[in-house]
């Protein structure tokens, strides 16, 4: 598929481990929650980055930003962090 | 069976975007 659109693939992989998170953390929907809001944290930085582009030169979260907020939210969970690791972009 | 709230919805679409990010880098 062209790299402007998703695959059925990546949204499915996308789905699976959004559920497999869900049902790992049933018992702390905090660190499920914590999770989504460092996704839409990032989401929404990179949002403004395109909307300022040209501006005062800001990156938002940068992807190591990322990784290294959910590794310490998935501390101990090392499956469910390598897989993380596989929708970063420059991972 | 999935049972996705909106929120849910919207990580699946930021981790899909970031996987096409990553395809794009490598292709």
Redesign the interface.
């Given at each position: 598929p062209p790299a402007s659109e998703t695959s059925p693939v990546e949204f499915d992989s996308a789905i699976s481990y959004v559920n497999k998170i869900k049902n790992r953390f049933l018992d702390h929907p905090e660190i499920y929650r914590a999770f989504l809001e460092i996704l839409h944290t990032y989401q929404k930085e990179q949002l403004e980055v395109k909307e300022s582009r040209g501006g005062r030169g800001s990156s938002g979260m940068t992807e190591d930003e990322v990784f290294s907020k959910v590794a310490s939210l998935f501390k101990g969970q090392e499956d469910l962090l390598a897989e993380f690791g596989q929708f970063l972009p420059d991972a | 069976s999935?049972d996705?709230t909106p929120?849910?919805s919207?990580?699946?679409?930021?981790?899909?975007?970031?996987?096409?990010?990553?395809?794009?880098?490598l292709?």
């Open positions: - | 999935y996705f929120l849910d919207s990580a699946v679409y930021v981790l899909s975007s970031m996987a096409r990010l990553r395809r794009a880098s292709s």
